[in-house]
T-cell receptor, first 115, second 109 residues
C-alpha cells in the first residue's frame, strides 16, 4: 500500500506566478489535510477536505490560496500570485474514512521556493 | 486557545545517552497527545500517542506519559542511537491537530 504521495517535491516559482501542489492520499483514505511549515516552525494547519467538499479552511489565508479534492484525482493546493513569504514546505496528510481528525499519514512534502 | 510548547533545540547527545524532550500543552478540553518524528527530507511519522490522562505511549524505545496535572507529555528514551537524529514534534488533537515548533536532535557516534 503506497503511502501519501506529493508532487512535485521541489517547486521554484518567481513572484507573481502560480504554484500548484498535488497530493494523492493513501488508498482507501478520503480525508485530506494540508499543512504549511515555515523554516524552524512547526506545521500549521491550513485546510481539511473530503472528496468534493471543504470541511475546514480556517487555516487558509483569505486571498490567493485555494484547495480542492475532486471526485477523481489528487487534491490540489493552489497558490496564485506567489510572494516570497509563501516559501515553505507544504505537507499533505490523509486519514481513513471513519477517522475524523484522527491518525494522519503524512506525505514527504513539497518545498516551494519563491524567487 | 490550544497550544503546544516544546523545548528548543538543537539537542546534541552522544550515542547511548538518555534523552528527554520536554513538551507542555494548553487545552480547554481533553486532547489526545502525540509525538511525531521527521527525518531529513521526509514527512512526519507518528512516533507514539496517548489519548487520556496517565496513558503511556511507547514505540521504538521512546516513551511519553500523558500528565494531566502538569499538562505535560515529555518524550524520553533510555539510550539513543545515531539513527534517532531527526526533528521531533509534540502535538495535540482537540478539534484539529496543533503542533509544537519541533526539536532538532543530533546524536553523535
Amino acid at each position: 500500500n503506497a503511502g501519501v504521495m506529493q508532487n512535485p517535491r521541489h517547486l521554484v516559482r518567481r513572484r507573481g506566478q502560480e504554484a500548484r501542489l498535488r497530493c494523492s492520499p493513501m488508498k482507501g483514505h478520503s480525508h485530506v489535510y494540508w499543512y504549511r511549515q515555515l523554516p524552524e516552525e512547526g506545521l500549521k494547519f491550513m485546510v481539511y477536505l473530503q472528496k468534493e467538499n471543504i470541511i475546514d479552511e480556517s487555516g487558509m489565508p483569505k486571498e490567493r490560496f485555494s484547495a480542492e479534492f475532486p471526485k477523481e484525482g489528487p487534491s490540489i493546493l493552489r497558490i496564485q500570485q506567489v510572494v516570497r513569504g509563501d516559501s515553505a514546505a507544504y505537507f499533505c496528510a490523509s486519514s481513513p474514512l471513519e477517522v475524523f481528525f484522527g491518525e494522519q499519514f503524512f506525505g514527504p512534502g513539497t518545498r516551494l521556493t519563491v524567487l | 486557545g490550544n497550544s503546544v510548547t516544546q523545548m528548543e533545540g538543537p539537542v546534541t547527545l552522544s550515542e547511548e545517552a538518555f534523552l528527554t524532550i520536554n513538551c507542555t500543552y494548553t487545552a480547554t478540553g481533553y486532547p489526545s497527545l502525540f509525538w511525531y518524528v521527521q527525518y531529513p527530507g521526509e514527512g512526519l511519522q507518528l512516533l507514539l500517542k496517548a489519548t487520556k490522562a496517565d496513558d503511556k505511549g511507547s514505540n521504538k524505545g521512546f516513551e511519553a506519559t500523558y500528565r494531566k496535572e502538569t499538562t505535560s507529555f515529555h518524550l524520553e528514551k533510555g539510550s539513543v542511537q545515531v539513527s534517532d537524529s531527526a526533528v521531533y514534534f509534540c502535538a495535540l488533537r482537540d478539534d484539529k491537530i496543533i503542533f509544537g515548533k519541533g526539536t532538532r536532535l543530533h546524536i553523535l557516534p
